[in-house]
């Protein structure tokens, strides 16, 4: 029977290499990250407010950007901080493009667990663990995603206690009305909408299938994601781009907008070019010829 090594974990200074080093390594072919096949853009990008940026990458399908912070060892309260700032500072130069904010670390610990779970899903943040392992005198780098925040509900919703609309009247009025208007858009297009009322979000469906969430936030905005779908999706982004409409996107047929009501309505030929967009294809032709 051949000899199995049990693997070690070695730490990249033990291992005779710095954070340049590995800034480098994930440069030269950032999809060593396990994020899809992003595209390096910048490393060490100088912030207007002070600082650098590790590494600045991108997903050419769809032009979103991910800023990446490196760290030795194990988060600190510091680079999880300047995580977030970068994050803000690239978001603030491409509004119209989907942003995550990465840290890369060699331990992700509580406390970054605990600060993803306070931000809630306010900054699409993904954790990275990248670890030396070594088997007899052979050594890998590897890197394992272990916290993803940007995860909204799926069309098949995790059952959950319901809750009713006097929950929401009560404890989130703006999302609730950001939902009727939502709603009301998708009738004027299909008819009648099923709704289902839950402790944070509200689904909105469409041919027998949820397409539209509402998800509270604080003060007067609300978290909308809408399913697309892959088909001509790219023709969605263009279009949301050229119309000035600030939106991230998730998962290749995924849409999401932090807006308030006022929002919704000064881009309402926008939000209901998208909604037409949402109907099953035995609904099309109904549209069509009706």
């Known amino acids: 029977m051949d000899k199995i090594e049990a693997a070690k974990i070695r730490t990249v200074r033990e291992c005779g290499y710095d954070e340049y080093w590995l800034r480098d390594k994930i440069f030269e072919d950032p999809t060593i990250l396990g994020l899809g096949d992003l595209q390096a853009v910048m490393k060490e990008k100088t912030q207007s407010r002070g600082g650098r940026l590790d590494l600045l990458l991108k997903n050419p399908e769809d032009d979103s950007m991910f800023e990446v912070e490196l760290q030795l060892g194990a988060t600190d309260e510091s680079h999880i901080i300047r995580t977030i700032e970068y994050w803000d500072n690239e978001k603030r130069r491409w509004p119209n493009r989907s942003h995550t904010a990465v840290l890369v670390a060699e331990e992700i610990t509580n406390r970054f667990f605990n ?21 007899g005198e052979v050594r890998g780098l590897n890197f394992t995603k272990v916290i ?27 999302a609730l009305e950001c939902a009727r208007w939502y709603k009301a858009l998708l ?60 939106f991230n996107v998730r998962g290749g047929k995924y849409l999401t907008f932090n807006v308030n009501g006022q929002q919704l309505k000064d881009k309402a030929a926008a939000h209901e070019w998208l909604a037409s967009r949402l109907s099953p294809d035995n609904m099309k032709s109904r549209l069509t010829n009706g």
């Open 148 to 174: 993803d925040s940007y995860e909204e509900p799926e069309e098949e919703e995790t059952p959950q206690q319901a809750y009713d609309e006097k929950h929401w009247v009560t404890n989130y009025p703006v």
């Open 187 to 246: 009738e004027r297009l299909y008819g009648a909408v099923p709704t289902k009322y839950f402790e944070s979000y509200i689904s909105l469906s469409v041919g027998g299938t949820a397409r539209v969430w509402v998800t509270k936030r604080k003060g007067d905005r609300a978290f909308i994601e809408v399913k697309h779908g892959e088909d001509n999706f790219q023709e969605a982004v263009d279009y949301l781009n050229q119309e000035g409409v600030s």
């Open 115 to 135: 600060v993803v779970h306070l931000l809630s899903m306010a900054v699409p943040m993904i954790g990275i663990q990248a670890n030396i392992i070594q088997v």
